[in-house]
Nanobody, 121 residues
Framework: QVQLVESGGGLVQAGGSLRLSCATS????????MAWFRQAPGKEREFVGR???????SYADSVKGRFTISRDNAKNTAYLQMNSLKPEDTAVYYCAAGRSWSSMSSAYGYWGQGTQVTVSS
């Protein structure tokens, strides 16, 4: 069982920045592919980005160039740095852990509880 705990969400003005964290106590954290998804009200959960065991990253087109995913295996923590935020980035953000290099939510077996990000115009 992998428990993931997100933090760092909040309210920010358009153009601002936030950094989300996703922490686990699991010592095998470094062996997982970590991903971030988001879900806006009335919309389906969508892929934001992912990072593999070797720090290779991949992003959705909607966030490419603005968001950066990183990980610190010594701290068992993944991060989502969000810059140049837009009102359309408003959503609940979830981190997820899995074994497959995928942008599909079904590929990830472990999920955090989600953290709200609200971007005001």
């Amino acid at each position: 069982q992998v428990q993931l705990v997100e933090s760092g969400g909040g309210l920010v003005q358009a153009g601002g920045s936030l950094r989300l964290s996703c922490a686990t106590s699991r010592r095998t954290f470094s062996t997982y592919i970590m991903a971030w998804f988001r879900q806006a009200p009335g919309k389906e959960r969508e892929f934001v980005g992912r990072i593999d065991r070797g720090d290779i990253t991949s992003y959705a087109d909607s966030v490419k160039g603005r968001f950066t995913i990183s990980r610190d295996n010594a701290k068992n923590t993944a991060y989502l740095q969000m810059n140049s935020l837009k009102p359309e980035d408003t959503a609940v953000y979830y981190c997820a852990a899995g074994r497959s290099w995928s942008s599909m939510s079904s590929a990830y077996g472990y999920w955090g509880q989600g953290t709200q990000v609200t971007v005001s115009s």
